[in-house]
T-cell receptor, first 111, second 115 residues
């Protein structure tokens, strides 16, 4: 099993450009999450999903959109990237009440 | 909202010694879970240990154990017989027990292992 995978691993964008980060999990988990990690900070929750077709806002949702069209995939979109969105992005998945399994992260730089 | 505080930005320990990382949290909930995650330079988040709030017994995983003080809202991690491979960032995290909420993380403690 691959666990949780993220595509791409690195990306550089210019201000105003758009992009989509893909998260995929093969553990048949219901819950999926997107976090961002900034220097000197722990991870902060952006959006999450409790099942196919559902999404909810986390602590820092502004400037991001998400979709969960298939149970195994969770997409994070940036419509108009800003330098403040330079960060490392982590996807995670879990079953209820269990620990979250994390992907390897995507390093995004917005110039 | 819940908050998690790690008051030690950096800790250093000699190889084979024992080190304790501190974590306190603030919540009004009675049902929750606490975790310690390790993040080595590879950036991968690795679960070290978990504790259910309803369990009085402290969790242990090999060389890793916790001291869970529910009334004091304290959740420290003890690493025994420290090894070079333990060098990493360690994050304390909180999760509500009532639903599918994400984790609330502390800012982390950078653990250095001196050979």
């Amino acid at each position: 099993n691959a666990g949780v995978t993220q595509t791409p691993k690195f990306r550089v964008l210019k201000t105003g450009q758009s992009m989509t980060l893909l998260c995929a999990q093969d553990m048949n988990h219901e819950y999926m999450y997107w976090y961002r990690q900034d220097p000197g900070m722990g991870l902060r929750l952006i959006h999450y999903s409790v099942g196919e077709g559902t999404t909810a806002k986390g602590e820092v949702p502004d400037g991001y959109n998400v979709s969960r069209l298939k149970k195994q995939n969770f997409l994070l979109g940036l419509e108009s990237a800003a330098p403040s969105q330079t960060s490392v992005y982590f996807c995670a998945s879990s079953e209820a009440y269990n620990e979250q399994f994390f992907g390897p992260g995507t390093r995004l730089t917005v110039l | 909202a819940q908050t998690v505080t790690q008051s030690q930005p950096e800790m250093s320990v000699q190889e084979a010694e024992t080190v304790t990382l501190s974590c306190t949290y603030d919540t009004s909930e009675s049902d929750y879970y606490l975790f310690w995650y390790k993040q080595p330079p590879s950036r991968q988040m690795i679960l070290v240990i978990r504790q259910e709030a309803y369990k009085q017994q402290n969790a242990t995983e090999n060389r890793f154990s916790v001291n869970f003080q529910k009334a004091a809202k304290s959740f420290s991690l003890k690493i025994s017989d420290s090894q070079l491979g333990d060098a990493a960032m360690y994050f304390c995290a909180y999760r509500s027990g009532g639903g599918a909420d994400g984790l609330t993380f502390g800012k982390g403690t950078h653990l250095i292992i001196q050979p």
